[in-house]
T-cell receptor, first 114, second 112 residues
Framework: NAGVTQTPKFQVLKTGQSMTLQCAQD?????MSWYRQDPGMGLRLIHY???????DQGEVPNGYNVSRSTTEDFPLRLLSAAPSQTSVYFC?????????????FGNGTRLTVT | GQQLNQSPQSMFIQEGEDVSMNCTSS?????WLWYKQDPGEGPVLLIA?????ELTSNGRLTAQFGITRKDSFLNISASIPSDVGIYFC????????????FGTGTRLQVTL
């Protein structure tokens, strides 16, 4: 049972490039989400999805797109990378997204934009 | 939006000491969660609290849901080197549980 798998682990982009961060879970979780982690700021919610075909914005959605065509996958797309998007990105999933349904996190993607 | 402030920001303690950290919110929470992040990994849930005044333990960890519903506390007793990491509080506030808000984290270092 792999849990939440994120790829790649590390990525360096030049300003203006686009890329997709992959996230897959094999726990049949309905809820999936993306967070970014910056020093001194904790984890901030970018986008989330409560089920296939449904996505919504979190706290810091600008510059990112998501889609949820299957229950298992929730890719995060950077449309035109900027240095402010240098961060560690975490994908997380849970059974229902409710407070009594714990979030399971992947091990993160460390992104540097130069 | 909701803000969660954790203190202290960082702690350097000796093995065997007890640790206390807290989290305060600008609004009322109906659930408090405590996560730990080991270096290079994603956060892992330690304790979940669902009721004001609730006190819950998980081994050497004890967490409390403040009676004002705007704060929570985490204590670690007899710390050991593997307690090193960043501890986050989190909660959904009174809005949708899907929008989990995380605190700024408390970084714990344990020296031998």
């Amino acid at each position: 049972n792999a849990g939440v798998t994120q790829t790649p682990k590390f990525q360096v982009l030049k300003t203006g490039q686009s890329m997709t961060l992959q996230c897959a879970q094999d726990m049949n979780h309905e809820y999936m989400s993306w967070y970014r982690q910056d020093p001194g700021m904790g984890l901030r919610l970018i986008h989330y999805s409560v089920g296939a075909g449904i996505t919504d914005q979190g706290e810091v959605p600008n510059g990112y797109n998501v889609s949820r065509s299957t229950t298992e996958d929730f890719p995060l797309r950077l449309l035109s990378a900027a240095p402010s998007q240098t961060s560690v990105y975490f994908c997380a999933s849970s059974y229902s997204g409710k407070g009594n349904s714990p979030l399971h996190f992947g091990n993160g993607t460390r992104l540097t934009v130069t | 939006g909701q803000q969660l402030n954790q203190s202290p920001q960082s702690m350097f303690i000796q093995e065997g000491e007890d640790v206390s950290m807290n989290c305060t919110s600008s609004s009322i929470f109906n659930t408090w969660l405590w996560y730990k992040q080991d270096p290079g990994e994603g956060p892992v849930l330690l304790i979940a609290l669902y009721k004001a005044g609730e006190l819950t333990s998980n081994g050497r960890l004890t967490a409390q849901f403040g009676i004002t519903r705007k704060d929570s506390f985490l204590n670690i007793s007899a710390s050991i080197p593997s307690d090193v990491g960043i501890y986050f509080c989190a909660g959904p506030g009174t809005g949708t549980a899907s929008k989990l808000t995380f605190g700024t984290g408390t970084r714990l270092q344990v020296t031998l």
